[in-house]
């Protein structure tokens, strides 16, 4: 049993060490790179086996938009409502670290550094956008449910590899940004009055990346990145056997 474990974890290690060089290769710095795969995956496993809480965040409750945080299995809720902007219901609604909150931080700071052109950014975003729309639906009581999040992943593989125009240093944060951002925005952001009308008979908590590692959120664009490494690798192999036979 040691042993299966220790091999487990080596292999475990191995991937995500291959995964982040991979990531590098197609535009991502070493730290964001960490942070997606290593700071997650601590974040999850802290979360499972109960080491240290990991709140979420909460911005409304009781009808009121504030700032506060949420642990459900805890029973912990500290919020400051600073407007009332619906009814008072027991509906609360914030994000998950993992889920939400590391995506949008790197995807904002690669369109700032221009390592994702903000016109690229903008097209491959409201494309996601509209495939997660009519790929997911409102559920009362359940969340947004997206029905094939790996459809969309190629779909934004597909778009940092076109709007890259070939520049292999950016097909990632543009795929990265179009894939988590256009999630966001087509899957929950559009979807947010269907939420605030949900009249829960009881407390009721929707999560945006709720879902932590495994939200669409932060898998399509991890997926798509990865999708997108395997390819430019393979054209730099073929471009190199190319070279060689010439």
Excluded at 74 to 88: C, S, Y
Excluded at 175 to 199: E, K
Aim: no cysteine; net charge neutral; hydrophobic share 60%.
């Amino acid at each position: 049993m040691l042993v299966e474990s220790i091999t487990f974890l080596f292999l475990a290690f191995l991937i995500l060490l291959l995964l982040v060089v991979g990531f590098e290769t197609v535009g991502f710095k070493l730290s964001e790179a960490l942070l997606i795969f290593i700071g997650s995956t601590f974040l999850f496993l802290t979360y499972v086996w109960g080491v240290l809480p990991v709140p979420s965040i909460l911005l409304y409750f009781r009808g009121s938009l504030g700032f506060g945080i949420i642990d459900v299995p805890l029973r912990v809720l500290l919020f400051q409502g600073l407007f009332t902007v619906g009814p008072r219901n027991g509906l609360a609604i914030g994000f998950d670290l993992a889920g939400f909150l590391i995506p949008f931080f790197i995807s904002v700071k690669m369109v700032l550094d221009n390592r994702s052109p903000v016109r690229a950014s903008l097209i491959g975003i409201a494309f996601i956008a509209a495939i997660s729309y009519l790929s997911s639906e409102y559920v009362a009581g359940e969340g947004v449910i997206i029905s094939n999040i790996y459809a969309i992943a190629i779909a934004a593989s597909i778009v940092g590899i076109v709007l890259s125009k070939r520049q292999w240093g950016r097909v990632g944060p543009i795929a990265y940004v179009s894939g988590s951002l256009g999630v966001l925005l087509g899957a929950d952001v559009v979807r947010i009055g269907d939420i605030l009308t949900y009249q829960p008979s009881t407390f009721a908590f929707a999560s945006i990346g709720g879902a932590g590692v495994f939200d669409a959120i932060f898998l399509v664009g991890v997926i798509a990145v990865t999708i997108d490494v395997i390819f430019v690798e393979n054209v730099r192999l073929i471009n190199w056997i190319q070279r060689r036979l010439a």
